[in-house]
Protein backbone atom coordinates (compact mmCIF):
# COMPACT_ATOMS: atom_id res chain seq x y z
CA UNK A 1 0.00 0.00 0.00
CA UNK A 2 2.87 2.48 0.82
CA UNK A 3 4.67 1.85 -2.13
CA UNK A 4 1.44 2.33 -4.58
CA UNK A 5 1.09 5.82 -2.34
CA UNK A 6 4.67 7.08 -3.14
CA UNK A 7 4.14 5.60 -7.57
CA UNK A 8 1.29 7.23 -7.57
CA UNK A 9 2.47 10.00 -5.88
CA UNK A 10 5.75 10.30 -7.76
CA UNK A 11 2.95 10.17 -10.94
CA UNK A 12 1.59 12.98 -9.93
CA UNK A 13 4.53 15.05 -9.56
CA UNK A 14 6.34 13.80 -12.70
CA UNK A 15 3.33 14.96 -14.59
CA UNK A 16 3.04 18.30 -12.94
CA UNK A 17 7.17 18.96 -13.71
CA UNK A 18 6.26 18.08 -17.63
CA UNK A 19 3.58 20.24 -17.50
CA UNK A 20 5.13 23.11 -16.33
CA UNK A 21 8.37 22.97 -16.95
CA UNK A 22 10.15 25.02 -19.16
CA UNK A 23 13.37 23.94 -19.79
CA UNK A 24 16.12 24.48 -22.43
CA UNK A 25 16.94 21.80 -24.89
CA UNK A 26 21.15 21.30 -25.62
CA UNK A 27 21.86 24.33 -27.79
CA UNK A 28 22.89 21.96 -30.87
CA UNK A 29 27.10 22.66 -32.33
CA UNK A 30 27.55 25.97 -34.09
CA UNK A 31 24.11 27.07 -32.99
CA UNK A 32 23.01 29.42 -30.39
CA UNK A 33 19.62 30.24 -28.67
CA UNK A 34 18.25 33.37 -30.29
CA UNK A 35 14.38 33.00 -28.42
CA UNK A 36 13.63 34.56 -25.54
CA UNK A 37 12.17 32.98 -22.45
CA UNK A 38 8.29 34.94 -23.25
CA UNK A 39 7.92 32.72 -26.38
CA UNK A 40 6.81 28.79 -26.07
CA UNK A 41 9.40 27.78 -29.06
CA UNK A 42 13.54 27.90 -29.20
CA UNK A 43 14.95 29.15 -32.25
CA UNK A 44 18.61 28.44 -32.80
CA UNK A 45 20.26 30.42 -34.80
CA UNK A 46 24.27 30.25 -36.50
CA UNK A 47 26.42 31.20 -33.59
CA UNK A 48 27.88 34.02 -36.18
CA UNK A 49 24.58 35.25 -36.66
CA UNK A 50 23.49 38.35 -34.76
CA UNK A 51 20.28 38.34 -32.72
CA UNK A 52 17.99 40.83 -32.91
CA UNK A 53 16.19 43.18 -30.64
CA UNK A 54 13.10 40.81 -29.21
CA UNK A 55 9.24 42.66 -29.57
CA UNK A 56 7.26 39.42 -29.38
CA UNK A 57 9.12 38.61 -32.68
CA UNK A 58 12.09 36.16 -32.44
CA UNK A 59 14.77 37.67 -35.16
CA UNK A 60 18.27 37.34 -35.77
CA UNK A 61 20.09 38.28 -39.14
CA UNK A 62 23.23 37.22 -41.02
CA UNK A 63 25.41 40.02 -39.86
CA UNK A 64 25.51 44.12 -40.88
CA UNK A 65 26.63 43.19 -44.78
CA UNK A 66 24.00 40.69 -44.78
CA UNK A 67 21.10 41.38 -43.50
CA UNK A 68 19.34 37.97 -44.69
CA UNK A 69 17.15 37.32 -42.04
CA UNK A 70 15.18 34.28 -39.79
CA UNK A 71 12.22 35.67 -37.70
CA UNK A 72 9.68 33.50 -35.84
CA UNK A 73 6.41 35.01 -35.08
CA UNK A 74 3.16 33.41 -33.20
CA UNK A 75 -0.18 34.37 -33.64
CA UNK A 76 -3.98 34.03 -31.85
CA UNK A 77 -6.19 32.53 -34.35
CA UNK A 78 -9.74 34.16 -34.38
CA UNK A 79 -10.92 32.91 -37.54
CA UNK A 80 -13.18 29.51 -37.33
CA UNK A 81 -12.64 29.60 -41.14
CA UNK A 82 -9.04 28.72 -40.64
CA UNK A 83 -10.28 25.31 -39.07
CA UNK A 84 -12.53 24.45 -42.01
CA UNK A 85 -11.80 20.57 -43.42
CA UNK A 86 -12.76 20.01 -46.82
CA UNK A 87 -15.01 17.26 -47.91
CA UNK A 88 -12.36 16.19 -50.39
CA UNK A 89 -9.12 16.42 -48.00
CA UNK A 90 -7.28 13.78 -49.41
CA UNK A 91 -7.32 11.38 -46.35
CA UNK A 92 -3.59 11.09 -46.13
CA UNK A 93 -3.30 14.72 -45.17
CA UNK A 94 -3.53 15.43 -41.69
CA UNK A 95 -5.50 18.26 -40.48
CA UNK A 96 -2.65 20.33 -38.95
CA UNK A 97 -1.61 20.73 -42.83
CA UNK A 98 -5.32 22.00 -43.74
CA UNK A 99 -5.42 24.39 -40.90
CA UNK A 100 -2.16 25.71 -42.07
CA UNK A 101 -3.02 25.63 -45.51
CA UNK A 102 -5.97 27.49 -44.70
CA UNK A 103 -3.65 30.21 -42.41
CA UNK A 104 -1.98 30.42 -45.37
CA UNK A 105 -4.99 30.91 -47.92
CA UNK A 106 -5.86 34.40 -45.44
CA UNK A 107 -1.88 35.49 -45.09
CA UNK A 108 -1.36 35.70 -48.50
CA UNK A 109 -4.25 38.02 -49.10
CA UNK A 110 -2.56 40.49 -47.02
CA UNK A 111 1.22 39.83 -48.60
CA UNK A 112 -0.17 41.17 -52.16
CA UNK A 113 -1.72 44.11 -51.00
CA UNK A 114 1.42 44.80 -48.64
CA UNK A 115 4.37 43.78 -50.74
CA UNK A 116 4.99 45.41 -54.40
CA UNK A 117 5.17 42.63 -57.18
CA UNK A 118 4.59 39.98 -54.44
CA UNK A 119 4.57 36.45 -56.46
CA UNK A 120 4.41 32.67 -55.34
CA UNK A 121 7.33 30.69 -56.05
CA UNK A 122 5.98 27.26 -54.46
CA UNK A 123 3.78 26.05 -51.89
CA UNK A 124 2.03 25.60 -50.02
CA UNK A 125 3.60 22.23 -49.39
CA UNK A 126 3.35 20.13 -46.63
CA UNK A 127 6.30 20.02 -44.36
CA UNK A 128 7.53 18.90 -40.50
CA UNK A 129 8.04 21.32 -38.02
CA UNK A 130 9.62 19.63 -34.66
CA UNK A 131 7.63 16.69 -35.86
CA UNK A 132 4.15 18.79 -36.35
CA UNK A 133 2.58 18.67 -39.34
CA UNK A 134 3.30 22.28 -41.53
CA UNK A 135 3.23 23.96 -45.40
CA UNK A 136 6.15 25.85 -46.42
CA UNK A 137 5.73 28.68 -48.93
CA UNK A 138 8.54 30.49 -51.27
CA UNK A 139 7.58 34.16 -52.68
CA UNK A 140 9.45 36.62 -53.52
CA UNK A 141 8.20 40.77 -53.52
CA UNK A 142 10.37 43.98 -54.52
CA UNK A 143 11.10 46.49 -51.80
CA UNK A 144 12.77 50.06 -52.63
CA UNK A 145 13.79 48.15 -56.13
CA UNK A 146 15.13 45.22 -54.69
CA UNK A 147 13.97 42.07 -55.25
CA UNK A 148 13.50 39.79 -52.05
CA UNK A 149 12.79 35.78 -51.57
CA UNK A 150 11.27 34.83 -48.53
CA UNK A 151 10.39 31.27 -47.30
CA UNK A 152 8.03 30.29 -44.79
CA UNK A 153 7.18 27.37 -42.49
CA UNK A 154 3.37 27.79 -41.28
CA UNK A 155 2.63 25.18 -38.40
CA UNK A 156 -0.72 25.91 -36.59
CA UNK A 157 -0.98 24.30 -32.77
CA UNK A 158 -4.11 23.21 -31.01
CA UNK A 159 -6.10 25.01 -33.48
CA UNK A 160 -5.30 27.99 -31.79
CA UNK A 161 -1.51 29.31 -32.60
CA UNK A 162 -0.43 29.95 -35.97
CA UNK A 163 3.87 29.90 -36.24
CA UNK A 164 5.18 31.64 -38.83
CA UNK A 165 8.79 30.49 -39.45
CA UNK A 166 10.20 33.05 -42.46
CA UNK A 167 13.46 33.08 -44.11
CA UNK A 168 14.33 36.44 -46.22
CA UNK A 169 16.84 37.12 -48.53
CA UNK A 170 17.62 39.40 -51.23
CA UNK A 171 16.98 37.42 -54.04
CA UNK A 172 21.03 37.77 -54.88
CA UNK A 173 22.05 36.79 -51.53
CA UNK A 174 19.01 33.81 -51.07
CA UNK A 175 21.02 30.60 -51.64
CA UNK A 176 23.67 31.68 -49.98
CA UNK A 177 21.85 31.44 -46.78
CA UNK A 178 19.39 28.49 -47.32
CA UNK A 179 21.52 25.87 -45.97
CA UNK A 180 21.18 27.39 -42.38
CA UNK A 181 17.61 28.13 -42.76
CA UNK A 182 17.30 24.25 -43.56
CA UNK A 183 19.64 24.05 -40.15
CA UNK A 184 17.20 26.67 -38.67
CA UNK A 185 14.02 24.40 -38.82
CA UNK A 186 15.63 20.82 -38.32
CA UNK A 187 16.43 22.39 -35.09
CA UNK A 188 13.42 24.43 -34.24
CA UNK A 189 11.91 22.78 -30.64
CA UNK A 190 7.97 23.64 -29.75
CA UNK A 191 8.00 24.05 -25.54
CA UNK A 192 5.95 20.92 -23.74
CA UNK A 193 3.09 22.11 -21.87
CA UNK A 194 3.49 25.53 -22.19
CA UNK A 195 1.13 27.22 -24.67
CA UNK A 196 -0.51 30.43 -23.23
Same mark, same amino acid.
Given at each position: ?????????????? %???? @??????? $???????? #?? !?? *?????????????????????????S????????????? %???? @??????? $???????? #?? !?? *????????V?????????????????S????????????????L??V??????????????? *???????????????????????????????????
Amino acid at each position: MKKTTICILLVFVF %IFLC @ACSKTQT $DTPSGMKL #AS !VD *AVDYYMYVPSSWTVADQDGITSAYVSIADKSNVTCARYT %ISNE @ATFEIPA $DKEESKPD #AV !VY *AENYWTGYVTELEARLPGYRLISGPISTMLNGMPAVRCRYTATLSGVEYNFDMVICVRERMY *AYLLTYTAEASKYDTNLQSFEKIISEFVFQTGVLA
